[in-house]
C-alpha cells in the first residue's frame, strides 16, 4: 500500500476543504450538519486530510449516553434483543427474541412450528373437503379417532340442544351443523 494512500479518501472533484481558511482539497467526508434520517443521506463536508483528523479526534458517538447505555451499545448481541414485527407478542406462531439465549434457537423454533403446520396439512389431505369441513365444524383435527369423534359430537349436543339451555333455540343453527358433520364423518372408513 502507497503511503499517500488512505481509506476514505475521495478523488478530488475539484472540491476544497471546508474548514475555515484552508486551501487544501476536500477529499475525505465527514457528517455535515443534517444527520442521515427519513428524509435522506444527509449532508457531508468535505475535508482534507489534517482537518478531517481533527474533526474524528474531537467525534464522541457516546456523548450524551450514561454508562449502562454505553454498555448496552457495546454488546456484541446490541439489537437481538428488540422485537421486530415478525416476532411481536400476538404475531401469528412466531417466537419472541426474548425467550432464547440464542437468535439461532429463535429461527430455528419457527421453522419446527412451520414444519409441524405443514405436516398437519398433509394429514388433512387425506380427507375430503365436506369431511374437512365437517371436522372444523365440530372443533377437531386429522388425529380423532372414532371415540374422540363420539365425545366431541356428546358434549356439542349437550352444549346446544335447546333442551338443555332452557328453551333457548339461539343454538339451533350450531346444532344442525354439528349432527350434519356427525353424520358425514360417522360413516367414514377411517372411523368405523
Known amino acids: 500500500m502507497r503511503p499517500e494512500k488512505f481509506h ?4 478530488n472533484g475539484g472540491r476544497g476543504c471546508e474548514a475555515p481558511g484552508c486551501g487544501e482539497a476536500g477529499e475525505f467526508r465527514a457528517p455535515g450538519e443534517r444527520s442521515p434520517g427519513f428524509d435522506g443521506p444527509g449532508d457531508w463536508r468535505w475535508l482534507c486530510l489534517e ?5 474524528n479526534a474531537g467525534y464522541d458517538w457516546f ?7 454505553i454498555l448496552a451499545a457495546q454488546s456484541p448481541i446490541a439489537g437481538w434483543e428488540r422485537e421486530t414485527r415478525a416476532f411481536r407478542p400476538g404475531a401469528a406462531a412466531a417466537p419472541r427474541w426474548a425467550d432464547f439465549d440464542d437468535p439461532l ?3 430455528g423454533a419457527r421453522a419446527s412450528e412451520i ?15 365436506k369431511e ?10 386429522p388425529e380423532t379417532d372414532l371415540h374422540g369423534l363420539r ?3 356428546s358434549t356439542l349436543v349437550r352444549r346446544y340442544h335447546p333442551d338443555r339451555n332452557g328453551g333457548d ?6 346444532l344442525q351443523a354439528v349432527i350434519e358433520a356427525y353424520t358425514a364423518l360417522k360413516g367414514r372408513p377411517i372411523f368405523a
Open 51 to 55: 482537518h478531517v483528523r481533527e474533526f
Open 8 to 11: 476514505g479518501r475521495y478523488a
Open 169 to 174: 333455540r339461539s343454538h339451533e343453527k350450531a
Open 132 to 141: 374437512r369441513e365437517a371436522l372444523e365444524a365440530m372443533g377437531l383435527g
Open 63 to 69: 456523548e450524551g449516553m450514561s454508562p449502562d447505555e
Open 151 to 153: 365425545q366431541r359430537y
Open 115 to 129: 414444519r409441524a403446520r405443514a405436516a398437519g396439512r398433509q394429514k388433512m389431505t387425506r380427507f375430503t373437503p
Open 105 to 107: 434457537d429463535a429461527i
